[in-house]
Each structure stands twice: as C-alpha cells, then as structure tokens.
C-alpha cells in the first residue's frame, strides 16, 4: 500500500484563480451563499498578491488511491478535507464552525452549509465527484452526516471554546488543533484527554487553576 504522497506543485496560483473566476461567475448566476464565500476568498488572494509577503492558499496534495488508508485520524462516513476547503480555497474556519468565538462548542456545520456550494460544485476528478455524490445523496434522502468525533473529553469536564478564542485570537485553533488546513483527515496533534495538558498552559498564562472551572 503506497502511502507517497504526491505534492501537487501543478495547481499554479493562476489555476486556482481562474477555478476562483469560474466559481465567482456561478455565484453571480446563481446568488449562493458557499460560493460567494469561496468569490470573497478569491478577493483576498487577489490583494495579497501584490501586497507583501502572506500566507496564501496551500494547493492541497493530490492523494492516490490507496493513500487515504493510512492517513492519521478517524475515517469519516464522508471524505471531507480539510486541505481542500480552508487549506487550498481559504474558507474561513468559522465559516463552519459558527459559534467557536461565542459559545462552549465550536459547531459542525450543517448538510445545508456544505449545499450552499455542492449544489453546484460537483468535483473535478472521479474520486473527489464520488465523494460529492454521497454528499448530495444524503441531501435529497434528509439524512444528516454522523461524523465520528475526533476530540472528545469526558463527561465530567467542561471546556469552553469561546473563553480561549476570545483570550487567544480566532487563529488560536493550530495552537491545540495543530496546522487543520493542511490536514486531509483531522487528527488529534495533542492528547486533550490530559489534564496536565491544560493545567501547563494555564499555569503558562496565569489562568485558573481551580478544580470547579473545569470539572462539574
Ligand atoms: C464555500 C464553498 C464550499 C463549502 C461550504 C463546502 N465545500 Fe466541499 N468543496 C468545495 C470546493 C471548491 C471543492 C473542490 C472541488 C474540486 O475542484 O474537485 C470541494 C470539494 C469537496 C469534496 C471532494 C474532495 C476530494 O476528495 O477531492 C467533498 C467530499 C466535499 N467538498 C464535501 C463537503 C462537505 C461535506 C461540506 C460541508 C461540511 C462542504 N464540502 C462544504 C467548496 C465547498
Ligand atoms: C467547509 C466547512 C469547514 C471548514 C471551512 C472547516 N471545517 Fe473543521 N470540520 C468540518 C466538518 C464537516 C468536520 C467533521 C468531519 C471531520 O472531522 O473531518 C470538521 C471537523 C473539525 C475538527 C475535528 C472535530 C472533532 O471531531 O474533534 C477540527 C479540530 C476542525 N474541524 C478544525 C477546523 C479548523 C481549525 C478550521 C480552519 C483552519 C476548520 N476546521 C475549517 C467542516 C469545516
Ligand atoms: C485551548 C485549546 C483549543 C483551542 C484554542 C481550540 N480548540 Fe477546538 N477543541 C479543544 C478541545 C479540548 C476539544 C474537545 C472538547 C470536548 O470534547 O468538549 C475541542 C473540540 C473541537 C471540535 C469538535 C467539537 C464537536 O462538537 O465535535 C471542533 C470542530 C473544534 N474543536 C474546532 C476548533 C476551532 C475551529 C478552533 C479555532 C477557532 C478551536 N477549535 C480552538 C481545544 C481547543
Ligand atoms: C494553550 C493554552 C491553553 C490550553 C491548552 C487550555 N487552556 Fe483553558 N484557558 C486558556 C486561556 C488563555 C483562557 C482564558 C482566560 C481568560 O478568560 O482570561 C482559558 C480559560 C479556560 C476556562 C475558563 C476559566 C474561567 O475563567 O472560568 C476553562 C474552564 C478552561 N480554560 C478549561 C480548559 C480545559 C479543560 C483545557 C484542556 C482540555 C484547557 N482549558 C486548555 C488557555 C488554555
Ligand atoms: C484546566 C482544566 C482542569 C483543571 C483546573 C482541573 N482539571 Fe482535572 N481534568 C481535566 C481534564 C481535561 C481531564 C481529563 C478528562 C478526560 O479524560 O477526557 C481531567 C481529569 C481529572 C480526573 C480523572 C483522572 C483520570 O485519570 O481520569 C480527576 C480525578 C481530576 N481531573 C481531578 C482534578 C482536581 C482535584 C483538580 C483541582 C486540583 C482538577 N482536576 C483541576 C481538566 C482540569
């Protein structure tokens, strides 16, 4: 089973501006919410390249048949890559994953989200069109997606995301998530079923240490 890794050096900044063109032209035509995110990303590669040096889109690598099975993380019911969406088209995390900044789960998004641009994006290649009709399947039959949770903390501790966005800044999620955007499957980078893991950190940046903060 070959697990190389092709890294997809192709995908030209141009390429992926006149993929972004032809996407912008569908929202145009069509009005959808996913794809007018997908136009505004298009914007701000834009700018940044004739403005200074900024992290741009991440071409996603190209994985071969046979590649996906030895990936790290839990496999999904839906091949979703995270590589793909916030890696390569630079939609925003919180896009999804609406109510990180304001409540204690960070959110999943729902099929609708993921329709607002599968509607009409229906995958280039065989592999990433078959997955894309599993998508639309569960779409038309109503039934939502069961993602197998990767991060998962025990009953009798509390974790609230909004806390640390608001203290950390909206990109504080690489510092415990790892780099996502360049993930094809999500994996744990750190073992959050740790209590020392978070009692460093906040030993680190003077937080509480109170038992009752974090457990029931
Ligand atoms: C803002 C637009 C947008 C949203 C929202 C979106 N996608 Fe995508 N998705 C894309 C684009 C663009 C591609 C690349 C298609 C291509 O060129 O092959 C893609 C690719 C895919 C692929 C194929 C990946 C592969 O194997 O190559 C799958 C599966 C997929 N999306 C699932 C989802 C799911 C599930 C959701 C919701 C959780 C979602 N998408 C939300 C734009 C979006
Ligand atoms: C287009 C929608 C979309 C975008 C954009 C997106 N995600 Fe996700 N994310 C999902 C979906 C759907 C899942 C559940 C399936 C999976 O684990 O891949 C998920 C799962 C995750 C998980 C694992 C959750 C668990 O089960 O523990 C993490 C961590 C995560 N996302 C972080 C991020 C970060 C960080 C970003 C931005 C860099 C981001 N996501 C951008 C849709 C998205
Ligand atoms: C301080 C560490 C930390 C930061 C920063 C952080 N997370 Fe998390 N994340 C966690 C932990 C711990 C869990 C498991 C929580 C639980 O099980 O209650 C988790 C779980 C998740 C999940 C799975 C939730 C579910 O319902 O399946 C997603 C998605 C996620 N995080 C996304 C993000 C995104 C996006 C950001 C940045 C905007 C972010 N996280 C920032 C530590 C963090
Ligand atoms: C990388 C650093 C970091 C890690 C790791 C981390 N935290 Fe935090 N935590 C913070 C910061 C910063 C705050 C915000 C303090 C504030 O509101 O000023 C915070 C706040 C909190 C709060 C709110 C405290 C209050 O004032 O009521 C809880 C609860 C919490 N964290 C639980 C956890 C748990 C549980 C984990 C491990 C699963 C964890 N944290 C891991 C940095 C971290
Ligand atoms: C910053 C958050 C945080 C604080 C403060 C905290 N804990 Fe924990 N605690 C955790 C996390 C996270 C776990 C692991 C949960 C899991 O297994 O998913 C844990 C696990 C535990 C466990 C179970 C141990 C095991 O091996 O499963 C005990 C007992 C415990 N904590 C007691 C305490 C006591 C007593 C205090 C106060 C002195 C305290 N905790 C303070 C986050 C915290």
């Not at 050096?9 to 919410?33: C, P, Q, W």
């Not at 290649?125 to 779409?139: F, G, K, Q, V």
């Not at 998530?177 to 094809?184: E, K, N, Q, T």
Request: a positive charge.
């Amino acid at each position: 089973m070959s697990r190389e890794i092709i890294h997809n050096a192709d995908i030209s900044t141009a390429g992926a501006d006149s993929i972004m063109r032809k996407y912008v032209l569908l929202a145009a035509g069509m009005g959808l919410a996913g794809i007018a995110a997908l136009a505004v990303a298009g914007r701000t590669s834009d700018a940044q390249q004739s403005g200074p040096a900024v992290a741009d889109s991440i071409a996603a690598t190209v994985l071969a048949a046979g590649d996906t099975a030895g990936l790290p993380g839990l496999r999904q019911p839906i091949f979703f890559r995270h590589d793909i969406h916030a890696g390569q088209y630079k939609i925003e995390c919180q896009y999804c994953h609406y109510s990180v900044a304001v409540s204690s789960e960070p959110g999943i998004p729902t099929l609708e989200t993921c329709m607002g641009c599968h509607t009409a994006v229906s995958g280039t290649d065989s592999a990433s069109r078959a997955e894309i009709r599993l998508l639309r399947t569960a779409w038309s039959e109503k039934k939502p997606i069961e993602w197998n949770r990767v991060h998962f903390l025990a009953r009798h501790v509390h974790f609230p995301h909004a806390n640390h966005i608001k203290a950390m800044g909206p990109n504080a999620c690489a510092t415990c998530h790892g780099d996502v955007a360049r993930m094809p499957q999500v994996y744990k980078v750190n073992n959050v079923n740790n209590m020392g893991w978070c009692i460093s950190c906040h030993i680190e940046r003077k937080v509480t240490r109170d038992c009752t903060a974090c457990h029931y």
